[in-house]
């Protein structure tokens, strides 16, 4: 069965350098989360997306701007990085079908900030 | 707002044996969804099993089940059979109603206890 999309697996950014993680959910999902989970940590809602509009927003910096596009994929901006930004950022999909309720995350992109 | 509270951050099982993973939570909604998530070394996030806060009877899914005590808010994961591949972070895991378009249907995490299981 196809599962959630995520590239690039790894990532090494300087700080203030700029970053974009992409997600691609499981096919006829509408629905994605980003998460975010420091070292050692539990994960943290950033933002969600159902078709395509923004639904719901966590603890996203201002420096952090995401979207999902026609295609249901959706991007992570993040500019002016700070080494607290070091973590697994993981992406989450679902289908907006009523009663559907899990959350199916993919493998996550590992971002490390020097 | 919902808090998960995983009080326990360690535990050890000898494989083959029955261990429990104590979560709590708050909340003052009546509808809600729990799920306890394993994280192996790998760090892939593995949905273990969901409890509809409607339902009485707890789920069970193999050797995994819960124990859902809603009155109490309490929401205890039971392995039974521990096996070496059980070795894990595990997440206890708080998803509001049953929205459909995934407004408030964010999870929020307890901070996970990590299993060892001794061979």
């Known amino acids: 069965a196809a599962g959630v999309i995520q590239s690039p697996r790894h990532l090494i950014k300087e700080k203030r350098e700029t970053a974009t993680l992409k997600c691609y959910p499981i096919p006829r999902h509408d629905t994605v989360y980003w998460y975010q989970q420091g070292p050692g940590q539990d994960p943290q809602f950033l933002i969600s997306f159902y078709e395509k509009m923004q639904s719901d927003k966590g603890s996203i910096p201002d420096r952090f701007s995401a979207q999902q596009f026609s295609d249901y994929h959706s991007e992570l901006n993040m500019s002016s990085l700070e080494l607290g930004d070091s973590a697994l950022y993981f992406c989450?999909?679902?289908?907006?079908?009523?009663?559907?309720?899990?959350?199916?995350f993919g493998p996550g992109t590992r971002l490390t900030v020097l | 707002a919902q808090t998960v509270t995983q009080s326990q951050p360690e535990m050890s099982v000898q494989e083959a044996e029955t261990v429990t993973l104590s979560c709590t939570y708050d909340t003052s909604e009546s509808d809600y969804y729990l799920f306890w998530y394993k994280q192996p070394p790998s760090r892939q996030m593995i949905l273990v099993i969901r409890q509809e806060a409607y339902k009485q009877q707890n789920a069970t899914e193999n050797r995994f089940s819960v124990n859902f005590q809603k009155a109490a808010k309490s929401f205890s994961l039971k392995i039974s059979d521990s096996q070496l591949g059980d070795a894990a972070m595990y997440f206890c895991a708080y998803r509001s109603g049953p929205g459909v378009t995934g407004a408030n249907s964010k999870l929020t995490f307890g901070k996970g206890i990590t299993l060892s299981v001794r061979p």
């Open positions: 989450a999909s679902r289908t907006g079908t009523s009663g559907k309720v899990e959350q199916f």
